[in-house]
């Protein structure tokens, strides 16, 4: 009964959070870790202790799993060496730097367990990147970036998390180890393998099974994730990264296998379940902050706040700082990329080193520390950790929307373009189709002549957009008029539907089949 309180709390807390969210349009996550914390104060309230193993494969998986999916193969591809050195070079340098300085600045505290600290609170969170970059309308190469690194630096730190705690129990020096950088590979191209063959696995037994309806393919696609994550640890290779190469494969696959109506179907499903997935894990986080307080009494409040503050600031001077050179010093050692891409805005690059929110993953390292009883300082170690988690997304998060509208960011408006002219090509190309078809005479003439119009219409509305994107004209009046009493229609046929459905004159299964119907026509005038 406990748990069963704790979920419908939880379930209560995302609604209400999300929809404070939106009406004062901050990005949820930020909202989300806020009122964990303070709900956390309620005086009573059942106490939930999130077992880290837990949040590792019901949390991590799902959300790293659609998020690869949906990524651009290309512009990862394009961006792999900014990407990289975010992914890699940031977090090992973020990770060495917090261990020397956690170890200079807080008395007896291991260099070892400074760098379990540092792997832990070094890599920014793909949930959060994610959902604040795209709501603020960032250059798509920067929400690219961030993104493709939140992806791949998970891998890094745990690499770096794990080793750091063997050197913790067993006193094996952590730099300078020849070991070091094959395990590194291993873990991370053993991780990369494994996803490609899960990928190909499921992308098999999807062909086979796509007629068989929506919900075995869903079915499949939500235990893809689980099974790629689970795959990889046998043989302690990086489960994120064959969570997130499996992703890659498979959204790269899809178009090509995947129905208009599974499509629709899985759409949706995955939109709600992500949703509860990171309001849950949000909330979590500031849930924990109790427990937490609870294992540090032995520390004073000084000495805690200055611990915090130092730790938040090298972690925050460390990325600012990495991020300058790693953007302009390839542009001047090489030529060739000076031809090949453009030179970076300064702007663009001081926003991707500000914007290092961690979340998820430093939340269950942290928590894992509970299962090392003689792990020194460990409390701390959580409560700093703790500390850089709501820094980062709080401040951080909050500051970042002045900060763009300051530097003048906005959404370049490449992804429009490429939008429109994909669908102007694909016009193009349906055109000529009916063209063939007219020729052939393969169906009547009153038929083609109804498809052509619409397919006709669009298109004028297309290049008139091609011509002019900011004009107007008499084609393009027409074709909006036209939509617009398409959707009146459409309006009144919902209206009738709902109203026999109330009538007892049709029974649900009904309603909903035409509901259907309706929805994906009302879409279609979309386009």
Not at 210 to 219: C, E, N, P, S
């Amino acid at each position: 009964m406990h748990y069963a309180v704790v979920f419908v709390l939880l379930l209560s807390f995302i609604f209400g959070l999300g929809l404070l969210a939106r009406r004062l349009s901050v990005p949820y996550p930020i909202l989300f870790v806020i009122g964990g914390l303070l709900i956390s104060f309620i005086p009573d309230l059942p106490r939930l202790t999130l077992d880290p193993d837990f949040i590792f494969f019901i949390f991590l998986p799902p959300l790293l799993y659609i998020q690869a999916f949906f990524t651009s193969w290309r512009d990862f591809r394009r961006e792999l060496r900014p990407i990289a050195l975010l992914a890699i070079g940031l977090v090992l340098a973020t990770t060495v730097t917090v261990a020397y300085v956690a170890h200079w600045l807080i008395p007896h505290f291991p260099l070892a367990a400074g760098f379990v600290l540092g792997a832990i609170i070094s890599p920014p969170d793909a949930v959060a990147a994610s959902a604040i970059a795209q709501r603020l309308g960032l250059p798509r190469r920067v929400v690219t970036i961030l993104e493709g690194e939140s992806l791949v630096n998970d891998s890094t730190s745990l690499v770096a998390f794990k080793i750091s705690l063997i050197a913790v129990t067993t006193a094996v020096p952590i730099l300078g180890g020849a070991w070091l950088p094959g395990t590194f590979f291993y873990v991370s191209l053993g991780g990369i393998a494994v996803g490609l063959v899960v990928g190909r696995i499921i992308d098999w037994i999807r062909r086979r099974v796509i007629g068989d309806g929506a919900q075995v393919v869903l079915t499949i696609s939500l235990l893809t994730p689980f099974v790629s994550y689970l795959a990889a640890e046998p043989l302690h290779v990086s489960s994120v990264l064959a969570v997130v190469t499996t992703g890659l494969y498979l959204g790269w696959e899809s178009p090509e296998i995947m129905t208009s109506s599974i499509r629709l179907h899985a759409q949706g499903f995955w939109e709600i379940l992500i949703y509860l997935l990171n309001g849950m894990i949000f909330v979590l986080i500031g849930l924990q902050l109790p427990g937490i307080i609870h294992g540090i009494a032995t520390y004073s409040w000084s000495e805690l706040v200055l611990y915090a503050f130092v730790i938040n600031a090298t972690c925050i001077v460390v990325r600012v700082g990495w991020v300058f050179p790693g953007a302009y010093v390839p542009f001047w050692i090489s030529k060739r990329l000076c031809r090949r891409e453009p030179y970076p805005d300064w702007r663009q690059v001081f926003i991707i080193g500000w914007s290092g929110m961690r979340g998820v993953v430093s939340l269950a390292a942290a928590l894992a520390l509970d299962g090392y009883a003689n792990f020194p300082h460990a409390h701390l170690v959580q409560f700093l950790a703790f500390t850089v988690i709501l820094t980062t997304l709080v401040f951080q998060g909050l500051t970042l929307p002045p900060l763009i509208r300051y530097f003048g960011l906005s959404d370049d408006g490449s992804a429009a373009q490429e939008e429109l002219e994909t669908r102007n090509r694909m016009s193009d190309a349906v055109l000529e189709k009916i063209a063939e078809a007219r020729r052939e005479e393969k169906f009547p003439v009153a038929v083609i002549d109804s498809v052509e119009q619409f397919y006709r219409e669009r298109a004028l509305a297309l290049k008139d957009d091609l011509a002019d994107q900011l004009g107007w004209s008499d084609k393009r009046h027409h074709v909006l008029s036209l939509r617009r009493l398409h959707h009146l229609m459409i309006s009144t046929e919902r209206h009738t539907l709902v109203a026999m459905r109330r009538d007892g004159l049709i029974g649900d299964d009904v309603m909903h089949k035409i509901e259907h119907e309706l929805d994906l026509e009302e879409t279609r005038l979309k386009i």
